[in-house]
Every structure is written in structure tokens, then in C-alpha cells.
């Protein structure tokens, strides 16, 4: 067994083979300040790189997610009574403790997740950040005030919270993305409900304690497990949720949507992405492979944000492909929690099952050549994890499937175009619109591609990964719904907008008609 620096007796007691459930500890639902387990049938959370049991967990029933509910909105009022800067103040002292205990967070976090030690640090200090930006936020004035046409009429929009918000996280930022959407939802007022990703369950359960050690009271942050599907009506259409903030795929955001929309409840959906580098001829090339190889291998490609589609745009060919080949072919895989790794297991046999899929798919569509990777990686140890080689596809046509969907996984397809118009054109051809990036030298082509491109993050000279909290986050198409996480665009996503109209005249002053 690896040596897990920084791992805390609490944890090391749900180390077990996945077969041995007697070494595990029941992960519980967090509702109304107490700890209880869901009340259907128990699931596991293995390490994705080894299969080494880290937890095991009970799916919640709807009883269980109303019983949360019913602690959420009760917990609502006098929540919401706290003046926001204490509220932020509460949510800052939670970014000082993730910062005490950043190392056994990204110690748990390079197990349950999988992720390398280094990406899981940098997961939990997007948490820290998070923290920090959303507590300063919370002291600011929210509303304005507004001339009014009227004399001796004041005018003026105040914030208010909504009040239950269901939360339901991906396991790929197991922190940072419950971090992104609880610490808004906290500071404008609102109570939570957060559902995590059934395969990061424990690591959901340190947010919650975290939450707890900072003083969040009881009834205001609940946690319930499971998967989504057989308690999603009821994280959706209670009546008392007014929001729900989604991030995973967009079948599932659909879905939400679906639920969401007759019942006029506001909903935040983060959904996919294939994001494409562009490379223009007067590029730095060895930048360029550098961050490549970053934005489209890292986090084993299952980052929304991650490339999946590389433009080359005409000399630039063979030479660039090759280099990138090499250096693709020396990526370390292994563990998480071994410092020298590069590329990690993906989640779970499903992953691996759905990447292997589009491999195939790659292949025959055969106009696109696979040359390198396309098969699992099984030496020594990793036979016993989700292990997939780095995989490049080259000469990828516009249209392909493996052009068009994401993959969520570490295959690049590498698209060959004659021109910057075409690379647009290709760039653009896709559903999704969340990150793109662009490399050249050329201040002209740096401003067209900021215009031309249809996407909510565009990078130049930097890859398609990296959004810091301070920036609003989200994508354009079908790629989310309009909202934004981060930046103070976050905070209109968790707040609802109140106007109103003082008038001290002494007069009944008619708008539209005094005003002639
Ligand atoms: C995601 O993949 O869902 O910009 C989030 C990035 C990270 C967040 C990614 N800060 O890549």
C-alpha cells in the first residue's frame, strides 16, 4: 500500500479491499446538525486507482431528501435574519480551516477522486480561494439606487435570498465546485441541500465538517447521498427548493431543466464542453505543446474545461504533431498520492467503458488515425485501477463523433485547417461553448479570435484550463443555461432582486402619466 503522507487516523479507517466492508466506516447523510445514514441500499466509494475501499455510503430515498429539506427551510429564516457580512464572516473562517487542513483533504482527495496530489491541492485551495472571494463579496452593497422620473421619489434594488437550494456536484472538483456554488448560496441567505457525486462521498462529508467547525448552524448546509436519478424529484420539484445549481452532464442538466422549468424555479446548469486549442503558424510552439499537454492530459482529461480538440492551423502540421506525440507518450501514469504522476485513473469502470467506446468510434469512422494510446494501461499495479493511455487522434474530420462529443477522458483529436476562418469555423461547429484557447503572436488574431470565438472562456497563449474564482465561469450553447458561477455574476445566480419605490411627495404621482 503507498504511503499516504498527511493521512489522519480518521481516514485511514476506511482503507479495506472493496470486497471487505468490515474495515469500512458508513459515510451518513449531514441533516439538521446530525449525522444519519441514508435509508436505502449501501454503496461503495473505492479508490479509482487501486480499488481500495475509502467508504461506504447509503443512497437517500425521498424521505430522506425531504427530511433535509424540511431542516433547510426551517433552518431558512433565521438564517436569513444574520446580517450578510456576519454570514460572509462565517464562510471566511471556513477558508481558514480548508486552509489548516489543505494536505489531508488532498491526501483523501488523491484517493476518493484519484486525482494527482498537486491537482488535488490545487482543487482544495480553489476552495480556499473561493472562500476568501465570496466572503469579501458578501460586504459589499448589492442594490443601487435608481433616478426616478418623479420628483420627491426614491428608487432602489436590494438583494434577497431565495431560500432552499438544491446543490448537486460532480465528483471531477469533489471541493472547489461544492465550494463555487454553497459559499454564495450561504453569504446572500440561502439554506442548502448539496447531493455530491455518489463517487466522492467522504470527501463531501469533510466540507460538511468543515462547514460545521466554522459555525454554519444546524438546518442551513445538509448532505444527502446517492445518485441522482431515484431522488431527483425530490431535490428538484419540493416546492420549498427555489433553486437548484447543477454541474455534470448535459443529459441530466436536460432533465433538471425539464423538471425545473413548469415549476418556474430558477435553475443553474454547468454543463459540457469541447473545448479546442487553436495553434496559429507564428505561435510558440513549445509553449503551445507545453500547455496542450497540460489542458488535455491533466485531471485525465475529466475537467469540463479540459481540451479535447486541438486545431492546427496550416504549416503548422506534422512537426508539432510528432513532438506532441513524444511528449504525450512519456506522461506518467499511476497514483494519485504519488507525487511523480501525471496522469491519474479516470473515476470509475463506466468512464473507462465510455472512453474505450469512443476510441472504437474513433476507429471506425476511420477517416481519423489513431497514434497513440487507444487502449487501457495495465502494467504492474495499474492493471488494478482505471487506467487509459494518453490517446491522440490525428487527421479528425469536422462532423466525427469523436469531434463532436465529449469524451470526459484523455483523448485529443487533432484536426488539421488551411486557415484561421477554417479553424473558426471548426472551433465553432460544435453544441458546447465553455472554454477555447488560442496561441499566436499576432495582436489581430489575438481580437478576431476573442470576437470570432463562441465560448465563455477564451484563453490566449494559455490552454483551456485554469479559470480562477474571481472571474465568472460558465459556457455559452449548450454548455449551460445563462448563469454564471464565480465572479459577482455568482451572486445574481443565488439572490433574488427586490425594487422598491419610497415616495415621500404627499401626492399620488402616476409614473408614465405625471411624467408627460
Ligand atoms: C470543471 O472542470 O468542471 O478552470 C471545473 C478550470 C478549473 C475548474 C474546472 N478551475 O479548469
Not at 467508504?55 to 433565521?78: H, L, M, R, W, Y
Not at 510558440?284 to 481540451?307: K, S
Request: neutral net charge; aromatic residues 8%; contains cysteine.
Amino acid at each position: 500500500m503507498p504511503a499516504y503522507a498527511g493521512m489522519t487516523r480518521e481516514t485511514s479507517q476506511f482503507l479495506g479491499k472493496c470486497e471487505d466492508l468490515t474495515m469500512s466506516e458508513q459515510i451518513k447523510n449531514f441533516i439538521n446538525g446530525q449525522w444519519k445514514p441514508g435509508s436505502g441500499a449501501s454503496f461503495e466509494s473505492c479508490d479509482p486507482a487501486n480499488g481500495e475501499l475509502i467508504g461506504t455510503a447509503n443512497q437517500s430515498t425521498p424521505a430522506d431528501v425531504k427530511e433535509a429539506i424540511d431542516s433547510a427551510s426551517a433552518a431558512f429564516p433565521a438564517w436569513k435574519a444574520i446580517p450578510q457580512p456576519k454570514r460572509a464572516e462565517i464562510v471566511y473562517k471556513v477558508g481558514d480551516i480548508f486552509k489548516r487542513r489543505k494536505e489531508e483533504i488532498a491526501q483523501l482527495m488523491s484517493r476518493e477522486m484519484g486525482k494527482p496530489i498537486a491537482e488535488a491541492r490545487g482543487d482544495t485551495q480553489e476552495g480556499v480561494d473561493m472562500a476568501y472571494y465570496i466572503a469579501s463579496e458578501g460586504r459589499r452593497a448589492w442594490g443601487w439606487t435608481v433616478p426616478s422620473e418623479l420628483p420627491n421619489k426614491r428608487m432602489y434594488v436590494e438583494r434577497v435570498p431565495l431560500g432552499v437550494c438544491t446543490l448537486i456536484t460532480p465528483w471531477n472538483f469533489p471541493i472547489a465546485i461544492p465550494t463555487w456554488k454553497t459559499f454564495p448560496a450561504l453569504v446572500m441567505g440561502n439554506t442548502v441541500v448539496l447531493k455530491p457525486a455518489e463517487d466522492t462521498p467522504l470527501l463531501a462529508n469533510k466540507f460538511a465538517e468543515i462547514l460545521i467547525e466554522a459555525g454554519v448552524p444546524k438546518g442551513v448546509f445538509n448532505v444527502v447521498h446517492g445518485s441522482g436519478g431515484p431522488i431527483s424529484d425530490a431535490l428538484v420539484t419540493d416546492p420549498r427548493v427555489r433553486m437548484i445549481s447543477f454541474t455534470g452532464s448535459s443529459a441530466v442538466g436536460a432533465a433538471i431543466a425539464g423538471k425545473a422549468a413548469p415549476l418556474h424555479k430558477r435553475y443553474s446548469l454547468e454543463m459540457g464542453g469541447k473545448n479546442p486549442v487553436v495553434v496559429m503558424p507564428d505561435a510558440d510552439m513549445d509553449l503551445a505543446i507545453d500547455a496542450v499537454l497540460w489542458c488535455a492530459f491533466g485531471t485525465t482529461g475529466q475537467r469540463c474545461t479540459a481540451c479535447s480538440r486541438l486545431i492546427l492551423v496550416d504549416p503548422v502540421g506534422d512537426s508539432f504533431v510528432n513532438k506532441l506525440k513524444e511528449r504525450a507518450t512519456k506522461l506518467k501514469l499511476g497514483h494519485g498520492a504519488d507525487p511523480t504522476t501525471q496522469v491519474a485513473a479516470l473515476i470509475n469502470k463506466k468512464a473507462l467503458d465510455k472512453v474505450a467506446d469512443y476510441v472504437r468510434i474513433g476507429r471506425d469512422e476511420d477517416k481519423a488515425k489513431l497514434i497513440l494510446g487507444g487502449e487501457r494501461a495495465t502494467d504492474g499495479a495499474l492493471s488494478k485501477g482505471n487506467f487509459f493511455k494518453p490517446t491522440l487522434f490525428d487527421h479528425v474530420k469536422q462532423g466525427m463523433r469523436i469531434e463532436q462529443e465529449e469524451i470526459f477522458g484523455p483523448v485529443l483529436s487533432i484536426i488539421r485547417a488551411k486557415s484561421y476562418d477554417e479553424a473558426i469555423k471548426v472551433a465553432n461547429g460544435v453544441k458546447y461553448g465553455l472554454s477555447s484557447s488560442i496561441f499566436t503572436r499576432d495582436v489581430n488574431v489575438v481580437n478576431r479570435f476573442q470576437t470570432d470565438i463562441e465560448a465563455g472562456l477564451v484563453y490566449i497563449n494559455a490552454g483551456t484550463t485554469g479559470a480562477e474564482v474571481s472571474t465568472p465561469f460558465g459556457g455559452h450553447k449548450a454548455t449551460g443555461n445563462g448563469h454564471r458561477e464565480g465572479g459577482p455574476t455568482v451572486i445574481e445566480a443565488y439572490s433574488e432582486l427586490k425594487s422598491v419605490f419610497i415616495d415621500y411627495s404627499g401626492q399620488v404621482q402616476k409614473a408614465q402619466i405625471d411624467n408627460n
